[in-house]
């Protein structure tokens, strides 16, 4: 099946800035790639696959797939290459060996599986893809890096009254002076400067919900995360406020 990119034409890929540790260069960075989500995983593929293709159901492309995978992992185990549309996958065996095959440290020979990407996704990779710099990570890492309406799936800050929206980042975790969860704040703040408290659901590192309000009214709005959290066992001495870079619309 030939790949359909009919997404869009040019993938963008966020990154951001961080300070080279090994150079006193003040002007040498890293491009480090942010992810704006967790790992997907096969169920959340069949998800997307049914809502685009109505014809489909979740469940049975979840179990199709999950099958597929289960056999791929079998023949792969067995010591056979696998060669997908896209991708390629050959076990690998490492280690030094004598002239009649065995290892000369038994611990030191390690068994893997390799995966390369095949001409058609290659080429999207070296012509369809480019990387756009968000900014200079600062505040310790902590960042909003992207959004998700959990009914529609709109990743362009669109949602509606009553929906859940997920915000993805790190260390956006919203923790009071205390540490105890859910005790930061979360906004949503209109164009006229007017915030709107909303209710935390979900409240991970990487990983936060907000319930949009059923009485909040239509408009554009900015979100933010008021937070004590670090990734140590104490919480900062003050709050650490995270803009989202993402303008919320509510219609």
């Known amino acids: 099946m030939p790949l359909d990119v009919k997404q869009k034409d040019q993938f963008e890929w966020p990154s951001v800035l961080v300070d080279n540790p090994l150079t006193e260069d003040t002007t040498d960075r890293i491009l480090l790639l942010q992810k704006d989500k967790k790992s997907k995983r096969l169920v959340d593929m069949a998800s997307q696959v049914a809502r685009e293709r109505t014809e489909y159901r979740e469940e049975t492309l979840s179990n199709i797939a999950s099958l597929i995978e289960q056999k791929i992992v079998e023949t792969l185990l067995n010591g056979e290459s696998v060669i997908t549309d896209y991708f390629m996958f050959e076990p690998n065996i490492q280690g030094s060996f004598n002239s009649e095959g065995e290892p000369l440290d038994a611990n030191k020979v390690k068994y893997s599986i390799n995966m390369s990407v095949r001409p058609e996704l ?76 909303v209710q935390i659901a979900q409240n991970d590192p990487s990983f936060v919900t907000i319930l949009i309000p059923d009485d909040l009214a239509e408009g554009n709005y900015q979100l933010r995360l008021e937070t004590y959290f670090t990734s140590g066992n104490i919480p900062l001495k003050s709050a650490r406020t995270i803009i989202c870079p993402i303008t919320i619309r509510i219609s």
Do not use: F
């Not at 309406?149 to 923790?175: C, M, N, P, W």
């Open 122 to 197: 290659r080429n999207i990779l070296n012509n369809q893809v480019k990387y756009k710099v968000a900014g200079l990570q600062e505040q310790g890492g902590a960042a909003i890096t992207g959004v998700e309406d959990q009914i529609t799936g709109a990743r362009d800050g669109a949602t509606g009254r009553g929906h859940v929206l997920a915000i993805y980042g790190s260390k956006i975790k919203v923790v009071g002076a205390t540490g105890v969860s859910k005790e930061g704040h979360a906004y949503l703040s209109s164009e006229l400067d007017v915030d709107t408290e």
